[in-house]
Structure formats: C-alpha cells, structure tokens
C-alpha cells in the first residue's frame, strides 16, 4: 500500500489564486482529514469527512472548501490564496473504529506571495 | 478534550532509554493518551496509545499514572533516527477530529 499521498510537494501561489491540493489513501479508510502546520506549531484542524459525501468544519476552515467524492479522495480548495495561509497542509486518514490511529501523508509545503 | 502539557525540548544521548513527559492533570474518565512524533518535517507518526493500564508496543512502553493525570512515553534505547517532535494528546474514543497537537517535545537524540 502506499498509504496517503500528497501532490503537489511544494507550490508557490500569488495573492488571490487559487490551486487544489489533492489527496488519495488507499488503506479503504473511512475518515480522512486536512490539517496545517506553521512553523514552530503544532497541527490545526481544517476539515475532515466521515465518509463520502460527508465533511465537516474542522478548528480553523476558513478560506478552504473540501470535498469527499469517493472513499479514496479528499482535495483541499484554496480559492482565493491570502499570504495567511502559507503553511505545511497535511492530509490523514484512518478506519472508523474508535482508537484507530491517523495515517499521515508527507506534507503539501504552501507558499503565497 | 483535557489539554496537555509537554516540556518544549529534551536531550537524550544515544542507546540510553529517552522518557518524555506529560501532563494532563483535567482528563476525563473516557479519555485516552495518545503518543505520535514527527521525524523532521514529515507527517506525524503513530507511536502507542492507552486507556489506563501501561502499554508497550515495538516502538516504545507508555506508563500512565494511577490517577492518570500525568504519562511518560519511554523509548528504550533511543538512536539517532529518535530525534524528532514527539507529541502527546488525549482524546474520547471515536473523536478522531479531536485529535488536538500542540507544540509537543523536540527530542535532540546525541551521539
């Protein structure tokens, strides 16, 4: 398996883009999730989705939008970048069950300018 | 969710046991500790996780106080790839988006 993967690596956006971050597990995990990282910091909560079809408001969703087509896929969307949101954005997934641990792609490094 | 406290850096030296402290004096009864670390700017990694009773795994032992107010994640023979973030968090069960990480414990392993 290879687990949560992450594309793009790195990216670099002007004020006002916008870009979709992608993300796809394939372990048949039911929830899935989107966390930044600034640096020093820990983890925040963007969104997450229990299924597909579901998702829901996350610590700090503002300026993105998510949606959950398919079991496998979760894409962020930035639709309008705001230099704010320069950040490391990580994607999880994990199985249903209660003390299933989070499975964690490598990291979308965001730069806007 | 109780909150946390880690100590912000650790040093520990090579093939010596690495013991990382945690507090969490407010945790409720259906709360579980969870430990992850992440190893340079990689995504967080799942290391161990536990009710009440001390846990050990391949990776590390989790020792959970009595009146589970604090914890200590024990690696027992810490290397040089150990140097990471290690991050506690408690949480109740089925609140995966409730998985909070705070600033964790930078743990310098030397040679």
């Known amino acids: 398996n290879a687990g949560v993967t992450q594309t793009p690596k790195f990216r670099i956006l002007k004020i006002g883009q916008s870009m979709t971050l992608q993300c796809t597990q394939d372990m048949n995990h039911n929830y899935m999730y989107w966390y930044r990282q600034d640096p020093g910091m820990g983890l925040k909560l963007i969104y997450y989705?229990?299924?597909?079809?579901?998702?829901d408001k996350g610590e700090v969703p503002n300026g993105y939008n998510v949606s959950r087509s398919t079991t496998e896929d979760f894409p962020l969307r930035l639709e309008l970048a705001a230099p704010s949101q320069t950040s490391v954005y990580f994607c999880a997934s994990s199985l249903m069950t209660g003390n299933s641990p989070l499975h964690f792609g490598n990291g979308t490094r965001l730069t806007v300018t | 969710d109780a909150k946390t406290t880690q100590p912000p850096s650790m040093d520990c030296a090579e093939g010596r046991a690495a013991n990382l402290p945690c507090n969490h004096s407010t945790i409720s009864g259906n709360e579980y500790v969870y430990w992850y670390r992440q190893i340079h700017s990689q995504g967080p990694q799942y290391i161990i996780h536990g009710l009440k009773n001390n846990e050990t795994n391949e990776m590390a032992s989790l020792i959970i106080t009595e009146d589970r107010k604090s914890s200590t994640l024990i690696l027992p023979h810490a290397t040089l790839r150990d140097t990471a973030v290690y991050y506690c968090?408690?949480?109740?069960?089925?609140?995966?988006?409730?998985?909070?990480f705070g600033a964790g414990t930078r743990l310098t392993v030397k040679p």
């Open positions: 968090i408690v949480r109740v069960e089925y609140n995966n988006n409730d998985m909070r």
């Open positions: 989705s229990v299924g597909a079809g579901i998702t």
